[in-house]
């Protein structure tokens, strides 16, 4: 065999043994990022599902709280106006309160991020990065 031809077949095993290590990896990879990202994703539910029923709790407490204030509010209003001039101007107040609150709800959501694996992600991309670097050596 030439010098040439045992390079050639020394850069074919290495080409080749490169590839089966990646495929190995690979292999045993993908299915330990599934379960991180199984994983981070079901812990993202769990707070999202306690988030959701304290916000909800929140809300009702909320309710009960505005009721009471507005029914203090025109009582005391009705001091000076009658009484359905009162209960008026305190629904006016609230219906504009209730809308500026709503706008700024929705720019909140509106920048909120996606419920995404991000841990996972960068993991991944890492790793991602990592074999292609090793693969241009």
Do not use: C, F, N
Not at 93 to 122: F, M, Y
């Amino acid at each position: 065999m030439s010098t040439m031809q045992r390079q050639d077949h020394a850069a074919d095993g290495s080409v080749g043994v490169l590839v089966s290590r990646a495929s190995q990896q690979i292999s045993v990879l993908v299915p330990e990022e599934m379960h991180l990202a199984r994983a981070e994703m079901s812990q993202k539910g769990k707070r999202y599902g306690k988030g959701g029923a304290l916000y909800g709790a929140a809300s009702i407490l909320g309710v009960l709280v505005l009721q009471a204030l507005a029914s203090t509010s025109v009582a005391a209003v009705a001091l000076v106006l009658p009484v359905w001039d009162a209960a008026l101007i305190i629904t006016a107040v609230l219906a504009a309160v209730a809308g500026g609150t709503a706008l700024a709800r929705k720019k909140q959501i509106a920048q909120a991020s996606a419920p995404a694996p991000e841990q996972t992600i960068d993991s991944v991309q890492a790793e991602l990065s990592e074999i292609e670097e090793k693969a241009h050596r």
